[in-house]
């Protein structure tokens, strides 16, 4: 009769039954005859050839991290198995669950890497033409729950949130906000005179443009003095332009003083005589330029060059 594995006997000859060996210790042969095959399991220690008993041995006490700690039960025992966990606003480097083990060399360790518990950090948030660009927060170095506020610089008005938080998975919330630029909508075409700049009247203008509108000679501000001749308007914060009763156009006067040969009884073309008229049209591109008085005493229109 031979004896299985993790058994023997020491004698030659039947035997109904083998002897175990000692707790924790044993082998993998077929028929043997010596307490000297027995030998520990991993993980213990002891000479059961000598009568010392085979013992489970321990790794080294694991401690807690900085705001961290170790949850449940955490036996220094070979198989056993320690759990790590960090406060609220860290997160975990390194092995959270180690295990007591035997490495090369017979020598008990933990496995995984020595757990460390950083704080939780967002990236900074920059928003352009905000004043400051990075906002106003609670923490320089924005740790998780740091609050940063926003406001814009002059000509510039927020859009989103004014306060953002930084959240444990290291994004804000709500997003940052973003700073766009004051600006007045296009002025009214002019049918006559010229905005400067020329970008008046064609698109949007940024805060705080000044726009003039320049009328040609013989025309005035519609509702200034004949003699000024130029109206400047200023985007304003609000978006709007600088307020006018009116929209300032550039106005005609409403009638001029001629000299006109006439002839006398006698067609001698030689008295000149001077009057006022009312204006219909007083500048043409092209063709001749017409001139009719307001009571109309004459029975042709006069007709002038175009200059």
């Not at 961290?68 to 606003?89: D, L, P, V």
């Not at 203008?205 to 040609?216: G, I």
């Not at 929209?247 to 005609?252: D, F, G, N, Y």
């Not at 001139?291 to 060059?305: A, C, I, Q, W």
Request: aromatic share 8%; glycine share 8%.
């Amino acid at each position: 009769y031979e004896c299985t594995p993790s058994t023997y006997k020491d004698f030659d000859g039947y035997a109904p039954t083998c002897t175990a060996c000692p707790a924790n210790s044993g082998h993998q042969l077929t028929g043997s005859k010596t307490i000297l095959d027995c030998k520990c399991f991993t993980g213990y220690s002891g000479k059961p050839e000598n009568g010392e008993d085979c013992t489970i041995r321990n790794c080294e006490t694991l401690v807690a991290p900085a705001n961290g700690k170790i949850t449940g039960h955490c036996y220094r025992t070979y198989g056993s198995s320690c759990t790590f966990e960090c406060s609220e606003g860290y997160e975990i480097t390194g092995t959270a669950t180690r295990t007591c083990t035997v490495k090369a060399g017979d020598i008990m360790d933990w496995s995984g890497t020595t757990v460390t518990c950083t704080v939780i950090r967002c990236p900074i948030q920059t928003v352009i033409n905000a004043d400051p660009p990075t906002g106003t927060c609670t923490d320089p170095s924005p740790v998780y729950r740091t609050d940063c506020s926003y406001a814009c610089r002059t000509g510039y008005n927020i859009k989103g949130s004014k306060k953002i938080t930084c959240q444990l998975d290291k994004n804000w919330s709500p997003a940052a906000p973003t700073c766009e630029q004051v600006t007045c909508p296009a002025l009214p075409k002019a049918a006559v005179g010229t905005y400067y700049p020329a970008t008046c009247d064609d698109g949007e203008s940024p805060y705080p443009t000044t726009c003039e509108l320049r009328c040609p000679s013989g025309y005035h501000i519609s509702y200034l003095p004949t003699s000024i001749i130029s109206d400047q308007r200023t985007c304003e914060l609000n978006g709007t332009w600088e307020y006018r009763a009116s929209t300032p156009t550039c106005k005609a006067p409403s009638t001029a003083e001629v000299l006109y040969t006439v002839s006398d009884d006698g067609g001698n073309e030689n008295k000149n005589c001077s009057f006022r008229i009312t204006i219909k049209m007083l500048l043409c591109v092209t063709g001749e330029f017409h001139m009719k008085s307001k009571e109309d005493p004459m029975r042709t229109p006069l007709v002038f060059p175009t200059r």
